[in-house]
């Protein structure tokens, strides 16, 4: 009777660990307060979720892993929308290998290709739900057109992708659509932001129409378990010269090296 099964009324986080190390934890912990706050659903404070994360990647195999997050408002008598005043959320974690984020050399990384679909979510993707249907209808609209990642639109603009941010190059400018309730802000779109920024590289964040990514010089894509990846095809048509872009590398390269003052 859990309502986080029945009724999806819960929120989850994805964190990477390399090495042990949680990648972006107080970032990740932070969006993580926001989507409890936005839901009203109160984290019982005793429970230290840094303990729980210690003991997940201790007990499990692998060098690199993510702990999965998810908190429901807990188990209710019934299933109905309106719930009882007190609930004690349920807490669950577990964890799964995976790699470093663009581990390797920068020119072996071949780079994407992406479709746009019509954005299907409800209006508070700011809000990191477990409801993700629309975002899977919208991966098996891209699985059919032979891409890797669909792009989402929403009245004429893009927004994100089902799991990632969206960056452009335009005219030596990196550009990200602006955070606002459609868009959840991604914890590597502020490192990419942040690693920019401390470059000296032009970067804005605004509205992006649809129209514009056929124009671009370079696309990208951002999550925390791919870290920055190329796109280079969308809806069949090449992102500029088809291939990864030199700020992609240079951006790429700054990301590798943060990797590697974390990891020591």
């Known amino acids: 009777m859990d309502r986080g099964f029945l009724l999806g009324d819960a929120v989850y986080e994805v964190i990477p660990f390399y090495h042990g190390v949680g990648f972006r934890l107080p970032q990740h912990l932070t969006r993580l307060q ?12 005793s429970i230290d979720l840094g303990a729980v994360f210690e003991q997940l990647v201790a007990r499990n195999p692998g060098r690199h892993q993510a702990i999965y997050l998810q908190i429901s408002r807990g188990v209710a008598p019934q299933r109905k929308l309106r719930y ?8 669950f974690a577990y964890s799964y290998p995976i790699q470093l984020a663009l581990e390797g050399p920068l020119d072996q990384v071949q780079g994407i290709r992406a479709v ?8 508070r ?7 993700l249907l629309a975002n899977i209808l919208a991966i098996q609209q891209a699985d ?13 603009r893009v927004t994100e992708g089902t799991s990632c941010n969206l960056f452009l190059v335009e005219d030596g400018a990196i550009v990200t659509p602006q955070l606002e309730p459609h868009i959840l802000g991604g914890t590597t779109r502020g490192l990419i932001l942040e690693l920019a920024q ?15 990514l056929v124009h671009a010089d370079e696309l990208w ?40 003052q974390l990891l020591g």
């Open 34 to 45: 926001r989507s409890l706050d936005a839901v009203g659903i109160e984290l019982d404070p």
């Open 198 to 212: 401390q470059a000296g590289l032009p970067v804005k964040q605004e509205q992006v129409a649809q129209s514009r």
């Open 221 to 260: 894509i951002s999550s925390s378990t791919r870290g920055v990846l190329p796109v280079i095809q969308v809806n069949g048509q090449p992102v500029g010269k088809g291939v990864p872009g030199p700020l992609w590398f240079k951006v790429a390269a700054l990301y590798q090296q943060y990797e590697q």
């Open 84 to 91: 009882p005043a007190e609930l004690r959320p349920t807490v």
């Open 116 to 123: 746009t679909v019509e954005d299907q979510r409800w209006l």
């Open 144 to 156: 059919a057109h032979g891409a890797d990642e669909p792009l989402l639109v929403s009245e004429g």
């Open 125 to 131: 993707c700011d809000i990191k739900a477990t409801g």
